[in-house]
């Protein structure tokens, strides 16, 4: 039986349509985190340029609020890493990634530093400091070496962080404010109770909806987890299938909207860390140039990284400068000047700005 094969340009404008970057959704903030299944979050204030990308009229203080009231939070989930996920995801995949943080963990120098100390009695007493009140992983230092004479502290705190179900705490995250990387218990944060790890083949569909169409590959890279071909070989019946041009096999929901690959995608600023770049082991559906370091932010036009952004505040007001890495006709220019304009707006309302792109 042939199989369809679909193309980079129509894989872009799939994934873009998901990812609420053709055109911004009158969803709440709430709902387009559950659907994105979470916000890279490694950097705090990532989530906030990557829902004003993609929900329209989106106020910081609407996240912010979530975060004060922990309806949302930030705790490591995907691959090991920060994300922002909405209290229910929380308690829902929190166990799911359990495994792979563990894994994470045991591929560092830390798991070495440790590896003779009874592993659940340090968990314990880290635990405790934890009951007792949020802690940095300085704090958590410090306590541990205290109990533990010869232990390294660093890596026992690491330990700690990795290995318990774990949340940093506000105001870290909170716009307009700042804050020490401060842990605390998941459960004790939110007053509620983690589940029990789900089938995964929920979770792949959760992903596809949003990612979609990708390979298996592609979610074990924004995952992190393993196991997962039998996962998707039990859920062969209920997906489409298709070959991309390299002759991959890519799977999706039988129901998935395909945008005509020529249909307009308008320029986004996106954060540094964002899903919708980080969500495939092969990423040249967005990518045909190198990201330059030091830049704080990545930059689509027609669907496709163009360049790099940063924003510098001054006496004069606020400066956005983008850095092409390819050439920008007038009309593309005209497109990127409005839009940051727009970014400059959300950022600090009513204050001057400037955006300034380089050639």
């Known amino acids: 039986m042939s199989v369809d094969v679909i193309g980079r340009r129509a894989l872009n404008r799939a994934t873009l349509h998901r990812q609420h970057l053709l055109a911004r959704t009158y ?21 906030y340029f990557a829902l004003w990308s993609r929900v329209d009229g989106f106020d910081p ?8 009231e922990r309806s949302a939070v930030r705790a490591p989930m995907m691959r090991g890493t920060i994300h922002l996920v909405t209290t229910g995801d929380y308690l829902r995949l929190q166990p799911v990634f359990a495994t792979v943080l563990a894994r994470v963990f045991g591929s560092t120098s830390f798991a070495k530093d440790i590896a003779e100390l009874d592993r659940e009695e340090l968990l314990e007493c880290g635990r ?18 205290e109990q533990y004479e010869g232990g390294v502290g660093p890596s026992m705190a690491q330990a700690v962080t990795y290995l318990l179900p774990v949340v940093q705490t506000t105001p870290r995250g909170v716009w307009g404010s700042k804050g020490t990387a401060t842990w605390a218990l998941g459960e004790a944060w939110v007053g509620r109770r983690l589940e029990s790890p789900g089938d995964l083949e929920d979770l792949v569909m959760r992903y596809l909806r949003a990612f979609g169409p990708a390979t298996i590959s592609d979610m074990r890279t924004w995952s992190g987890l393993a196991g997962l071909r039998e996962v998707f070989d039990r859920a062969r019946s209920r997906l489409r299938i298709w070959q991309d041009e390299e002759g991959r096999e890519l799977f999706d929901l039988a129901e998935a909207v395909h945008p005509d690959p020529d249909t307009p995608a308008p320029a986004r600023f996106l954060p540094e860390y964002d899903n919708v770049l980080l969500g495939h082991s ?9 990201v330059p370091e030091g830049w704080v932010g990545n930059l689509l036009v027609d669907g496709m990284f163009v360049g790099s952004w940063k924003v510098e505040s001054g006496k004069a007001g606020a400066r956005l400068t983008i850095k092409p890495q390819v050439k920008l006709g007038r009309p593309q220019r005209a497109e990127i000047q409005a839009e940051g304009s727009r970014l400059l707006e959300m950022m600090a309302p009513g204050s001057a700005g400037e955006v300034s792109v380089t050639t």
Not at 37 to 44: A, E, K
Not at 128 to 145: D, F, I, K, N
Request: charged letters at 20%.
């Open 128 to 145: 405790a400091q934890l009951v007792a009140q949020p802690t940095t992983r300085a704090e958590l230092s410090r306590t541990l070496s």
């Open 27 to 47: 969803d709440t903030p709430s709902t387009v985190i559950e659907h994105l299944v979470g916000l890279q979050g490694q950097n705090p204030l990532d989530p």
């Open 282 to 290: 092969d990423r040249s559906r967005f990518f045909s140039t190198a």
């Open 61 to 68: 203080s609407e996240l912010a609020a979530m975060l004060v």
